[in-house]
């Protein structure tokens, strides 16, 4: 069956707009509810939220319908979604929920799922609950003296920042360093600066003032340029830009060059390789992570391992083949042995953990690699078909032989945005510009038409 609700980060949409409208959310709380109601024991769930107005809207209308079944509803403040993965575990929650749309706009909103090990829920569970959210709920609902409670944690964000803060090495502090963090106005915003401040450091905040609207708007993990420009105009050690949900991290150097998810991973492996403490041979990552940490890797005698786009594929499948390693060149860094989901902060830690060990700055530790040139476009689709035009698979076959040998190519429809995003990699920078070129002018081809003839 085609999934509608859930892609491949959950449920994402424009506000007020099916599916992301309290109605639905009201449902999709309900046929949660049902799957996850077993047993006799009180049964709880554990809802955050980043600093989108719409949180406001989605927020009741989740506690609704899991009060409704007969869930007890812990609320918190804005809190990142590893946030809410490990309280799901620490509160022995049946299940979590993250209402975000992580790093696209104010205007868009999204429904993460947590079961109540802490994990992303599977393709199949999630096909579970779409398929129930249009049935009639009446007979399933909880009598007048079986209803859900609602509550507020009020301590949510001092948990979590220890949480944190343990997975810091206990002998190492972050003193003599200046850290300008970027918290993209959304759920990290009071925790992750309290986090670096407490273990240290001296820390230059923006991007900290969240009204609702301005959320990745020209900052964070997917604009980091303010945060480069702030570490070289307060001349810091090190620049942290998370996103809005704060479980992706871009790191720039103290010379405020971007340093991306390959050069973090290919930092943290090699790490814990040395360490004697990486599982698994390597590295899981996906099809986007560039040939050069592939390259990286395969020199010092681990693999990398390709997964689908989304951390959730990245994560079932260290899960499944023990590894504890893994992460996507987004900026997504899964260290299992701290966390069950992607945690901008504690990947941040560990890299400045690395920095303060060593005593060598960011720009020497951070670029392991020499990447490959490539280059990832996005182009909008109307939700036609334009892969399966004979022009746009003739443009896909040719982009492929013209790499052969020497370089990958990737055309894939987003889960979380209606964009194709088309991604090119080899040794000729020239060749790459040229082969995204065409595909992405073809698809922009087989739209213009599309308009036309409606």
Excluded: W
Excluded at 86 to 109: C, F, K, Q, W
Excluded at 299 to 308: A, E, G
Excluded at 419 to 431: F, L, S
Aim: glycine residues 10%; negative net charge; proline residues 4%.
């Amino acid at each position: 069956m085609a999934r509608k609700l859930f892609g491949t980060d959950g449920i994402r949409g424009r506000t007020n707009v099916e599916p992301m409208t309290a109605e639905t959310a009201l449902k999709v709380a309900m046929a949660a509810a049902t799957q996850f109601r077993r047993g006799d024991h009180r049964h709880r769930v554990v809802i955050g939220k980043d600093t989108r107005l719409s949180g406001y809207m989605l927020e009741p209308a989740l506690a609704a319908g899991f009060i409704a079944m007969g869930l007890d509803v812990i609320m918190t403040s804005p809190l990142p979604t590893p946030a809410v993965a490990m309280l799901t575990r620490s509160l022995r929650a049946d299940l979590g929920v993250m209402i975000s749309a992580s790093h696209n706009p104010y205007e868009d909103n999204g429904i993460k799922l947590f079961g109540p090990d802490g994990y992303k829920l599977s393709d199949a569970v999630e096909a579970t609950i779409e398929a129930m959210v249009d049935e009639n709920f009446t007979d399933r609902l909880a009598p007048a003296s079986m209803l859900g409670r609602a509550s507020r944690l009020d301590d949510a964000s001092g948990r979590y920042i220890e949480y944190v803060k343990n997975t810091f090495p206990k002998r190492l502090t972050l003193d003599g360093l200046k850290i300008v963090v970027d918290c993209a106005h959304g759920a990290a915003y009071k925790v992750a600066p309290r986090v670096l401040a407490e273990l240290g450091a001296e820390v230059v905040s923006i991007a900290v003032e969240p009204n609702g609207k301005n959320i990745n708007d020209n900052c964070g993990a997917v604009a980091p340029q303010a945060m480069q420009e702030a570490v070289v105009l307060h001349g810091a050690h090190m620049g942290i830009a998370l996103d809005g949900d704060a479980d992706r991290l871009i790191v720039a150097d103290e010379h405020g060059a971007r340093i991306d998810g390959d050069q973090i991973m290919a930092l943290v492996t090699r790490e814990a390789a040395d360490a004697g403490t990486l599982k698994g041979g390597g590295l899981v990552s996906t099809i986007m992570s560039n040939l050069g940490l592939e390259r990286f890797l395969n020199r010092i005698n681990l693999k990398l391992v390709r997964t689908p786009v989304g951390d959730r594929y990245v994560v079932e499948h260290m899960r499944a083949n023990g590894f504890n390693v893994g992460g996507e060149q987004s900026g997504h860094i899964v260290l299992s042995d701290h966390s069950t989901t992607g945690d901008g902060l504690i990947a941040a830690l560990q890299v400045l953990a690395c920095v303060k060990q060593r005593g060598r700055p960011a720009s020497e530790i951070l670029n392991l690699f020499e990447p490959l040139p490539q280059l990832l476009r996005s182009v909008g689709y109307s939700g036609g078909r334009p892969l399966e035009h004979r022009s746009v698979i003739q443009c896909i076959a040719d982009g492929e032989e013209r790499l052969k040998g020497s370089g990958r190519l990737s055309v894939r429809k987003s889960g979380t945005e209606p964009v194709i995003r088309v991604m090119a990699e080899g040794e000729d920078e020239t060749t790459v510009n040229e082969v995204v070129d065409r595909i992405c002018g073809a698809i922009a081809d087989f739209e213009r038409a599309l308009a036309a003839a409606e």
